[in-house]
Nanobody, 116 residues
């Protein structure tokens, strides 16, 4: 597994969680790091992304509530999730790919469950 995601769990609505993803230095430095999420019966959704230069973008559904960041020294990317609601319940995946291309690398997924 070239990307290792962690940090999922059970949280009450309105709460917060932070997801972490670590990878190799080569993958981290060359690729856009992304967080996706997927629920049963739905397509995988891009939640947030951060470029090697630090430019970020977010899905409309999480804008203002989620924050993606990275630690260059640790080859790690984080997703700070706040004001969680039950619609945020999903398996969250860390992914990496070149800018303008689909991800070439995927993590194993981490489950986030938000209870009402």
């Amino acid at each position: 597994v070239q990307l290792q995601a962690s940090g999922g769990g059970l949280v009450q609505a309105g709460g917060s969680l932070r997801l972490s993803c670590t990878t190799s230095r080569i993958i981290f430095n060359r690729n856009v790091m992304r967080w996706y999420r997927q629920t049963p019966g739905k397509q995988r959704e891009l939640v947030a992304a951060i470029t090697p230069g630090g430019t970020t973008n977010y899905a409309d559904s999480v804008e203002g509530r989620f924050f993606i960041s990275k630690d260059n020294a640790k080859n790690a990317v984080y997703l700070q999730m706040s004001s969680l609601n039950p619609e945020d319940t999903a398996v969250y995946y860390c992914a990496a790919g070149l800018y303008g291309y689909p991800p070439a690398y995927w993590g194993q997924g981490t489950l986030v469950t938000v209870s009402s």
